[in-house]
Structure formats: structure tokens, C-alpha cells
């Protein structure tokens, strides 16, 4: 069964602070696995997203790494921000069927609370 | 994300309404994803739509929910006979690259 596992469920740290989040998933065939940051009341916005053969991806402050292997995947938050506070998601695609039909795992997320 | 419109931004509906939701993709987007997030969980998906297609609705519930994309204006997601337990936030994300919008805030009183 095609799933996707996330932890920590909440975290909690201070200002300035770094943290990994995690996510693995059990999903075949394999396509791209994405990161999202959502905002209390927003839409989902994209961090990451990274293909079979990426190792690892920058986007400011957040890096993400990918095992392919282990089917894991981190999240790294580098000096966190009051801003950082929010649901953080792991979403893996696959293709589904003949056609191109990708289908999206969504993970439950790890909520952050940056503290000051 | 700037250029995917969805409106309104909240709608509140009495038991047994209908609720009619919008979703504008991005320009040049033929794609559109639907997506519910009750409160306290993640997002589930709904329905998947091309330009006069639906290409996969296996999130849809069988009864009450449809949803189109004519080939001209937005993407519909209509649900007949509202209650209190469709009250969540419905999402669109354009293309394959899910480009969100801003949401659908839904209330069923």
C-alpha cells in the first residue's frame, strides 16, 4: 500500500534554531518527492522538489535530502525564523496505470511552532 | 501562489444548499487538481480534471459532489445538498506542478 509517513507530528523549537523533519514513504513507482510549507489558512506553497537521482536540494534556508533506497527523506530548517511556524509537507508522486496519470501521496505533515 | 484564483474565499451554506466553488489555474494551465483538508488533517484528494475531461475522481465521493472544466472559464466543484460535515477548506492546485490557491473556506451551519 502506497503511503507516506511523517515525524515528528508537531515540534517546537526557539529562534535561530535549527531542525530535520522527517518523511518516508512506501510508494511504487516512484516519481518526485515535493516538500510544501502551509501557512494557518493558506494554500500549500512549494519548498522542494526532487526526482529519483537528486541526493539533495537548496532553497534557502530549507535543504532537502532524498534516499531513494531507504525511501526516506529530510527537511532541514538552517536558523529558523518566527516565519518558519507552520505544516510542513511531504508529497510523493507516482505514476498510476497505462497512461500519465500521476497520483499524489500526501503525507499529514509536521507542524513547527517557532518560538521567540 | 500568485495566479491561481479561487473564489470565493469563504462561502457559508445552510444544511441542504448547494455550494458552488471556483478555481481559475494558472495561465496556460489545462490542469486541475481538487483537494479537501478537513479541519486538523491533511489534504485529500478529490478529483483531477483536464480542459473537458475528468481524468481521475477516485477522491470523489460518489454522491452529492461533481465537478467540471469546461473549456472555457474555471474549474467547478459543486456540492448539492450541503452538511455539516463537507465544512472544510477546498483547494485547486494547477498543473502537474500543483501551484495552490489561496482555498475555499466552506461552512455548512
Known amino acids: 500500500k502506497n503511503q507516506v509517513e511523517q515525524s515528528p507530528q508537531s515540534l517546537i523549537i526557539l529562534e535561530g534554531k535549527n531542525c530535520t523533519l522527517q518523511?518516508?514513504?512506501?510508494?511504487?513507482?516512484?516519481?518526485?518527492l515535493r516538500w510544501y510549507k502551509q501557512d494557518t489558512g493558506r494554500g500549500p506553497v512549494s519548498l522542494t522538489i526532487?526526482?529519483?537521482s537528486e541526493n539533495t536540494k537548496s532553497n534557502g534556508r530549507y535543504t532537502a535530502t532524498l534516499d531513494a533506497d531507504t525511501k526516506q527523506s529530510s527537511l532541514h530548517i538552517t536558523a529558523s525564523q518566527l516565519s518558519d511556524s507552520a505544516s510542513y509537507i511531504c508529497?510523493?508522486?507516482?505514476?498510476?496505470?497505462?497512461?500519465?496519470?500521476?497520483?499524489?501521496?500526501w503525507g499529514l505533515g509536521t507542524s513547527l511552532a517557532v518560538n521567540p | 501562489n500568485a495566479g491561481v484564483m479561487q473564489n470565493p474565499r469563504h462561502l457559508v451554506r445552510r444544511r441542504g444548499q448547494e455550494a458552488r466553488l471556483r478555481c481559475s489555474p494558472m495561465?496556460?494551465?489545462?490542469?486541475v487538481y481538487w483537494y479537501r483538508q478537513l479541519p486538523e488533517e491533511g489534504l485529500k484528494f478529490m478529483v483531477y480534471?483536464?480542459?473537458?475531461?475528468?481524468?481521475?475522481e477516485s477522491g470523489m465521493p460518489k454522491e452529492r459532489f461533481s465537478a467540471e472544466f469546461p473549456k472555457e472559464g474555471p474549474s467547478i466543484l459543486r456540492i448539492q445538498q450541503v452538511v455539516r460535515g463537507d465544512s472544510a477548506a477546498y483547494f485547486c492546485?494547477?498543473?502537474?506542478?500543483?501551484?495552490f490557491g489561496p482555498g475555499t473556506r466552506l461552512t455548512v451551519l
Open positions: 492546485a494547477s498543473s502537474h506542478e500543483q501551484f
Open positions: 526532487m526526482t529519483f
Open positions: 518523511c518516508n514513504y512506501t510508494v511504487s513507482p516512484f516519481s518526485n
Open positions: 480534471l483536464q480542459k473537458e475531461n475528468i481524468i481521475d
Open positions: 508529497v510523493v508522486s507516482w505514476l498510476s496505470g497505462a497512461g500519465n496519470n500521476r497520483k499524489l501521496i
Open positions: 495561465k496556460g494551465h489545462s490542469h
